[in-house]
């Protein structure tokens, strides 16, 4: 595995980890209560790629995630690509960045 491939995983396993334990925190709550709470907490505490990342997680396979974290996600909010972002500013995206939004 080279390095890059190592990062990738150490930041997947983070990413895993930390949301795992906000839900684990959460599960001394009623069930909706915890569901909103979770979410309430990625939204207020996790940057947008941070966000981005979860889902791009969440999106491919998400049996590593505690269920309240799949049933939270619902209420988290998606960010936008940074393409997108570019396009809602007027700015030009690089070919590589539109390509990459689409993947």
């Known amino acids: 595995m080279s390095h890059d491939e190592d990062h ?27 569901i909103a ?23 491919g396979d998400a049996e590593d995630f505690d269920e309240l974290v799949i049933a939270a996600s619902a209420r988290i909010k998606r960010p936008i690509s940074p393409a997108e972002a570019d396009r809602k500013l007027g700015v030009t995206a690089f070919p590589a960045d539109i390509a990459a939004s689409q993947e």
């Open 8 to 34: 990738i995983a150490s930041t997947r396993e983070k990413l895993v980890r930390m949301a795992n334990q906000i839900a684990t925190f959460f599960h001394s709550k009623p069930r909706e209560e915890g």
């Open 37 to 59: 709470g979770l979410a309430e907490h990625i939204n207020k505490f996790w940057a947008p790629r941070m966000r981005r990342q979860l889902f791009e997680l969440l999106d």
